[in-house]
Protein backbone atom coordinates (compact mmCIF):
# COMPACT_ATOMS: atom_id res chain seq x y z
CA UNK A 1 0.00 0.00 0.00
CA UNK A 2 1.46 3.32 -1.49
CA UNK A 3 1.49 6.35 0.90
CA UNK A 4 -1.17 9.26 -0.86
CA UNK A 5 0.70 12.89 -1.61
CA UNK A 6 -0.93 16.06 0.20
CA UNK A 7 -0.50 19.07 -1.90
CA UNK A 8 -1.60 22.64 -1.63
CA UNK A 9 -2.37 25.32 -4.31
CA UNK A 10 0.07 27.86 -3.93
CA UNK A 11 -1.49 30.96 -1.24
CA UNK A 12 -4.46 27.81 0.05
CA UNK A 13 -4.49 28.21 3.27
CA UNK A 14 -5.67 24.87 5.26
CA UNK A 15 -8.19 25.03 8.55
CA UNK A 16 -7.33 24.12 11.80
CA UNK A 17 -9.56 20.18 11.81
CA UNK A 18 -8.55 19.87 8.18
CA UNK A 19 -4.86 19.78 9.39
CA UNK A 20 -6.10 17.55 12.12
CA UNK A 21 -7.62 15.22 9.95
CA UNK A 22 -4.32 15.20 7.81
CA UNK A 23 -2.18 14.28 10.81
CA UNK A 24 -4.40 11.82 11.88
CA UNK A 25 -4.44 10.17 8.21
CA UNK A 26 -0.65 10.11 8.49
CA UNK A 27 0.01 9.06 11.75
CA UNK A 28 -2.34 5.66 10.96
CA UNK A 29 -0.62 4.97 7.89
CA UNK A 30 2.79 5.09 9.26
CA UNK A 31 1.49 2.96 12.42
CA UNK A 32 0.88 0.21 9.21
CA UNK A 33 4.36 -1.52 9.03
CA UNK A 34 5.32 -4.95 8.30
CA UNK A 35 6.52 -7.34 10.14
CA UNK A 36 9.30 -10.75 9.98
CA UNK A 37 8.82 -13.17 13.00
CA UNK A 38 9.96 -16.39 13.33
CA UNK A 39 11.30 -19.03 16.28
CA UNK A 40 14.45 -20.82 15.91
CA UNK A 41 15.02 -24.54 16.60
CA UNK A 42 17.88 -26.70 17.46
CA UNK A 43 18.12 -30.59 17.28
CA UNK A 44 18.96 -32.26 20.83
CA UNK A 45 19.56 -35.35 21.64
CA UNK A 46 17.17 -37.99 20.31
CA UNK A 47 16.26 -35.57 17.82
CA UNK A 48 12.91 -33.59 19.57
CA UNK A 49 13.13 -30.07 18.03
CA UNK A 50 13.40 -27.04 21.53
CA UNK A 51 13.86 -23.51 20.50
CA UNK A 52 16.78 -21.54 21.08
CA UNK A 53 17.33 -18.81 23.69
CA UNK A 54 19.10 -16.19 22.97
CA UNK A 55 20.32 -16.58 19.29
CA UNK A 56 21.44 -13.39 16.71
CA UNK A 57 19.73 -12.57 13.82
CA UNK A 58 20.70 -10.13 10.65
CA UNK A 59 18.95 -9.30 7.50
CA UNK A 60 21.60 -8.24 4.68
CA UNK A 61 19.66 -5.99 1.92
CA UNK A 62 19.97 -5.97 -1.76
CA UNK A 63 20.22 -3.13 -3.38
CA UNK A 64 22.04 -4.07 -6.88
CA UNK A 65 24.29 -6.24 -4.83
CA UNK A 66 24.55 -7.10 -0.98
CA UNK A 67 24.78 -4.23 1.25
CA UNK A 68 25.86 -5.35 4.96
CA UNK A 69 23.49 -5.82 7.43
CA UNK A 70 21.12 -3.40 7.97
CA UNK A 71 18.89 -4.85 10.47
CA UNK A 72 19.96 -6.52 13.44
CA UNK A 73 21.64 -7.89 15.96
CA UNK A 74 18.05 -9.06 16.98
CA UNK A 75 18.50 -11.15 19.58
CA UNK A 76 15.55 -13.76 20.41
CA UNK A 77 13.55 -14.60 23.75
CA UNK A 78 13.64 -17.54 26.38
CA UNK A 79 11.43 -19.38 23.47
CA UNK A 80 13.88 -18.94 20.60
CA UNK A 81 11.23 -15.97 19.13
CA UNK A 82 13.12 -13.38 16.79
CA UNK A 83 11.08 -10.61 15.58
CA UNK A 84 11.43 -7.49 13.11
CA UNK A 85 8.90 -4.76 13.09
CA UNK A 86 8.02 -1.82 11.08
CA UNK A 87 9.94 -2.53 8.42
CA UNK A 88 8.49 -1.52 5.20
CA UNK A 89 7.97 -2.70 1.43
CA UNK A 90 11.33 -3.54 0.11
CA UNK A 91 12.95 -3.97 3.67
CA UNK A 92 14.42 -7.49 4.50
CA UNK A 93 16.77 -9.40 2.30
CA UNK A 94 18.93 -12.53 3.58
CA UNK A 95 18.62 -13.57 7.03
CA UNK A 96 21.31 -14.65 8.78
CA UNK A 97 21.28 -16.51 12.78
CA UNK A 98 23.78 -17.02 14.64
CA UNK A 99 23.86 -19.39 17.51
CA UNK A 100 24.64 -17.62 20.89
CA UNK A 101 26.20 -20.49 22.29
CA UNK A 102 28.65 -23.17 20.65
CA UNK A 103 27.62 -26.01 23.45
CA UNK A 104 24.51 -26.38 20.97
CA UNK A 105 26.38 -28.06 18.59
CA UNK A 106 24.67 -25.68 15.87
CA UNK A 107 26.24 -23.14 13.07
CA UNK A 108 25.29 -20.30 11.17
CA UNK A 109 22.42 -20.78 9.17
CA UNK A 110 20.74 -18.76 6.33
CA UNK A 111 17.09 -18.80 5.82
CA UNK A 112 15.56 -21.43 4.62
CA UNK A 113 18.32 -23.67 6.82
CA UNK A 114 21.02 -23.57 4.40
CA UNK A 115 24.65 -22.86 5.26
CA UNK A 116 26.08 -20.35 2.70
CA UNK A 117 25.17 -16.75 1.71
CA UNK A 118 24.97 -18.44 -2.38
CA UNK A 119 22.52 -20.92 -0.98
CA UNK A 120 20.39 -18.68 0.72
CA UNK A 121 16.89 -17.40 -0.44
CA UNK A 122 16.00 -13.68 0.71
CA UNK A 123 12.88 -12.56 2.64
CA UNK A 124 11.43 -9.79 1.17
CA UNK A 125 8.19 -7.37 2.56
CA UNK A 126 5.88 -6.59 -0.22
CA UNK A 127 3.26 -4.50 1.65
CA UNK A 128 2.73 -2.54 4.27
CA UNK A 129 1.11 -4.67 7.04
CA UNK A 130 2.44 -8.17 5.49
CA UNK A 131 3.62 -10.28 8.63
CA UNK A 132 6.26 -13.07 7.49
CA UNK A 133 6.72 -16.10 9.21
CA UNK A 134 9.85 -17.36 9.43
CA UNK A 135 10.96 -20.44 11.43
CA UNK A 136 14.74 -21.96 11.04
CA UNK A 137 16.19 -24.74 12.05
CA UNK A 138 19.77 -24.40 12.96
CA UNK A 139 21.79 -26.57 11.08
CA UNK A 140 24.40 -29.06 13.20
CA UNK A 141 28.20 -28.93 12.26
CA UNK A 142 28.91 -31.14 9.30
CA UNK A 143 30.45 -34.54 10.40
CA UNK A 144 34.28 -34.97 10.21
CA UNK A 145 35.11 -36.98 6.62
CA UNK A 146 35.95 -40.53 7.61
CA UNK A 147 39.32 -40.95 7.98
CA UNK A 148 41.22 -43.22 5.48
CA UNK A 149 42.16 -46.55 6.75
CA UNK A 150 46.00 -46.59 7.59
CA UNK A 151 47.91 -49.14 5.57
CA UNK A 152 48.80 -52.31 7.12
CA UNK A 153 52.47 -51.92 8.29
CA UNK A 154 54.82 -53.80 6.92
CA UNK A 155 56.31 -56.73 9.30
CA UNK A 156 59.51 -55.48 11.03
CA UNK A 157 63.16 -56.20 10.26
CA UNK A 158 64.44 -59.64 12.06
CA UNK A 159 67.76 -58.36 13.79
CA UNK A 160 70.52 -60.95 14.34
CA UNK A 161 73.95 -60.61 15.40
CA UNK A 162 77.38 -59.34 14.47
CA UNK A 163 80.76 -60.55 15.83
CA UNK A 164 84.25 -59.94 15.16
CA UNK A 165 86.88 -62.21 14.11
CA UNK A 166 90.24 -61.11 13.60
CA UNK A 167 93.27 -59.82 16.06
CA UNK A 168 93.29 -56.39 16.39
CA UNK A 169 96.81 -55.91 15.26
CA UNK A 170 98.65 -53.66 12.87
CA UNK A 171 98.49 -55.43 8.98
CA UNK A 172 95.48 -57.99 10.41
CA UNK A 173 92.36 -57.90 8.76
CA UNK A 174 89.17 -57.69 11.20
CA UNK A 175 85.77 -59.13 9.47
CA UNK A 176 82.00 -58.70 10.60
CA UNK A 177 80.15 -61.79 10.70
CA UNK A 178 76.54 -61.27 10.60
CA UNK A 179 73.68 -64.29 11.56
CA UNK A 180 69.80 -64.74 11.66
CA UNK A 181 69.52 -61.58 9.90
CA UNK A 182 66.40 -60.77 7.51
CA UNK A 183 66.97 -62.57 4.09
CA UNK A 184 64.95 -59.98 2.30
CA UNK A 185 66.62 -57.13 4.18
CA UNK A 186 69.81 -55.29 2.84
CA UNK A 187 72.95 -54.66 4.94
CA UNK A 188 75.37 -51.91 5.45
CA UNK A 189 78.67 -52.26 7.86
CA UNK A 190 80.51 -49.09 9.55
CA UNK A 191 83.40 -49.35 11.42
CA UNK A 192 83.85 -47.40 14.59
CA UNK A 193 87.64 -46.63 16.28
CA UNK A 194 87.54 -45.33 19.80
CA UNK A 195 84.30 -44.75 19.27
CA UNK A 196 84.41 -42.27 16.52
CA UNK A 197 82.92 -43.83 12.64
CA UNK A 198 85.57 -43.85 9.80
CA UNK A 199 85.34 -44.01 6.24
CA UNK A 200 85.14 -47.83 6.20
CA UNK A 201 81.91 -49.29 4.98
CA UNK A 202 83.32 -53.21 3.97
CA UNK A 203 82.12 -56.45 6.04
CA UNK A 204 86.26 -56.42 6.39
CA UNK A 205 88.45 -53.85 8.29
CA UNK A 206 92.48 -53.98 7.30
CA UNK A 207 93.87 -52.51 10.89
CA UNK A 208 96.73 -49.81 10.70
CA UNK A 209 99.28 -48.29 13.30
CA UNK A 210 96.89 -45.01 13.84
CA UNK A 211 93.99 -47.48 15.04
CA UNK A 212 97.04 -48.50 18.17
CA UNK A 213 95.33 -48.09 21.50
CA UNK A 214 92.47 -47.51 20.58
CA UNK A 215 89.19 -50.55 20.51
CA UNK A 216 87.51 -51.13 17.34
CA UNK A 217 84.07 -52.06 16.59
CA UNK A 218 81.05 -52.04 14.02
CA UNK A 219 78.03 -51.63 13.44
CA UNK A 220 75.43 -53.64 11.22
CA UNK A 221 72.47 -51.80 9.49
CA UNK A 222 69.23 -53.50 8.47
CA UNK A 223 66.83 -51.98 5.65
CA UNK A 224 64.12 -52.89 3.51
CA UNK A 225 61.36 -50.53 1.51
CA UNK A 226 58.50 -50.21 4.06
CA UNK A 227 60.43 -51.54 7.01
CA UNK A 228 62.28 -49.34 9.56
CA UNK A 229 65.85 -49.99 9.82
CA UNK A 230 67.19 -51.77 12.44
CA UNK A 231 71.09 -51.29 14.04
CA UNK A 232 72.91 -53.93 16.31
CA UNK A 233 76.73 -52.79 17.36
CA UNK A 234 79.16 -56.12 17.93
CA UNK A 235 81.78 -56.27 21.05
CA UNK A 236 84.38 -54.07 20.89
CA UNK A 237 88.03 -55.70 20.48
CA UNK A 238 90.69 -55.14 22.51
CA UNK A 239 92.57 -52.50 22.16
CA UNK A 240 94.38 -52.69 19.41
CA UNK A 241 98.22 -53.14 18.77
CA UNK A 242 100.52 -51.18 16.83
CA UNK A 243 104.04 -52.28 15.15
CA UNK A 244 107.21 -50.74 14.77
CA UNK A 245 107.64 -50.08 10.71
CA UNK A 246 111.24 -49.14 10.90
CA UNK A 247 113.73 -50.92 13.34
CA UNK A 248 117.27 -51.15 11.73
CA UNK A 249 119.79 -54.20 12.33
CA UNK A 250 121.67 -52.88 15.53
CA UNK A 251 125.46 -52.53 15.04
CA UNK A 252 128.42 -53.28 17.38
CA UNK A 253 130.83 -50.61 17.96
CA UNK A 254 134.64 -51.18 19.68
CA UNK A 255 137.66 -53.37 18.97
CA UNK A 256 136.97 -56.74 19.74
CA UNK A 257 139.61 -57.30 22.37
CA UNK A 258 139.75 -58.76 25.68
CA UNK A 259 139.55 -55.30 28.54
CA UNK A 260 138.21 -53.27 25.44
CA UNK A 261 134.16 -52.38 25.55
CA UNK A 262 131.64 -52.77 23.04
CA UNK A 263 128.79 -50.92 22.65
CA UNK A 264 125.13 -51.59 21.14
CA UNK A 265 124.15 -49.10 18.69
CA UNK A 266 120.39 -49.90 17.90
CA UNK A 267 119.88 -46.96 15.34
CA UNK A 268 116.70 -45.09 15.02
CA UNK A 269 113.34 -46.89 15.24
CA UNK A 270 109.96 -45.91 13.77
CA UNK A 271 107.75 -45.32 15.92
CA UNK A 272 110.22 -44.12 18.33
CA UNK A 273 111.18 -46.32 21.02
CA UNK A 274 110.28 -45.93 24.51
CA UNK A 275 112.40 -48.86 26.07
CA UNK A 276 115.04 -50.93 25.06
CA UNK A 277 116.46 -53.94 26.48
CA UNK A 278 119.91 -54.95 25.37
CA UNK A 279 121.59 -59.04 26.20
CA UNK A 280 124.60 -59.80 24.76
CA UNK A 281 125.94 -63.24 24.00
CA UNK A 282 129.01 -65.19 23.26
CA UNK A 283 128.65 -67.35 20.62
CA UNK A 284 124.90 -68.64 20.71
CA UNK A 285 125.02 -68.84 24.55
CA UNK A 286 123.76 -65.78 26.55
CA UNK A 287 126.36 -63.70 28.76
CA UNK A 288 124.53 -63.85 32.49
CA UNK A 289 124.41 -60.24 33.86
CA UNK A 290 125.65 -58.58 30.28
CA UNK A 291 122.31 -56.55 29.89
CA UNK A 292 123.39 -53.11 29.49
CA UNK A 293 124.29 -51.05 26.26
CA UNK A 294 128.12 -51.55 26.98
CA UNK A 295 130.25 -54.58 27.48
CA UNK A 296 133.46 -55.05 28.40
CA UNK A 297 135.07 -58.10 27.03
CA UNK A 298 136.66 -60.86 29.22
CA UNK A 299 139.18 -63.34 29.07
CA UNK A 300 136.36 -66.13 28.72
CA UNK A 301 135.31 -64.31 25.57
CA UNK A 302 138.87 -64.88 23.72
CA UNK A 303 138.09 -66.75 20.47
CA UNK A 304 134.88 -66.38 20.86
CA UNK A 305 132.28 -63.74 18.69
CA UNK A 306 130.05 -61.73 20.41
CA UNK A 307 126.68 -60.40 19.31
CA UNK A 308 124.18 -58.33 20.62
CA UNK A 309 120.49 -58.24 20.91
CA UNK A 310 118.05 -55.29 20.99
CA UNK A 311 114.37 -55.65 22.34
CA UNK A 312 112.74 -52.57 21.59
CA UNK A 313 109.20 -51.30 23.04
CA UNK A 314 106.53 -49.29 23.43
CA UNK A 315 102.75 -48.81 24.95
CA UNK A 316 100.35 -50.52 21.99
CA UNK A 317 102.83 -50.97 19.90
CA UNK A 318 103.89 -54.87 19.48
CA UNK A 319 107.46 -55.36 21.13
CA UNK A 320 110.33 -56.05 18.42
CA UNK A 321 113.91 -57.77 18.69
CA UNK A 322 116.75 -57.47 16.39
CA UNK A 323 120.36 -59.27 16.70
CA UNK A 324 123.21 -57.85 15.47
CA UNK A 325 126.03 -59.42 13.69
CA UNK A 326 128.66 -60.83 15.65
CA UNK A 327 132.14 -59.74 16.18
CA UNK A 328 135.22 -61.02 14.76
CA UNK A 329 136.81 -63.39 17.32
CA UNK A 330 138.07 -61.75 20.48
CA UNK A 331 141.74 -61.75 20.66
CA UNK A 332 143.92 -61.44 23.95
CA UNK A 333 144.95 -58.35 25.14
Do not use: C
Amino acid sequence: MALPSTTHPRGAHTTGPARTAIGALLALLLAVTASIVGQVYVKKVGGQPVPADYAYGYLYKYDDDWLPAQFGPNETDEEGIYRWHNLRPGDGGMLLMIPGSEERGTVDTYWPGVRTFEEAQPVEVDDWDQVINTRLDLLQPEPDPEPEPEPEPEPGITAGTVAITGKPRTGATLRAVTDGWDAAATLSYRWLVGGKAIAAAKPTLRVTNKYAGKRITVQVTAARAGAEPVTVRATPTAVAVGRFTKAPRPRIKGVARVGQRLRAMPGKWKPKVAKVRYQWFRGKKRIKGATRRGYVLRPADRGKRISVRVRGARKHVAPLVRKSKPTVKVRRR
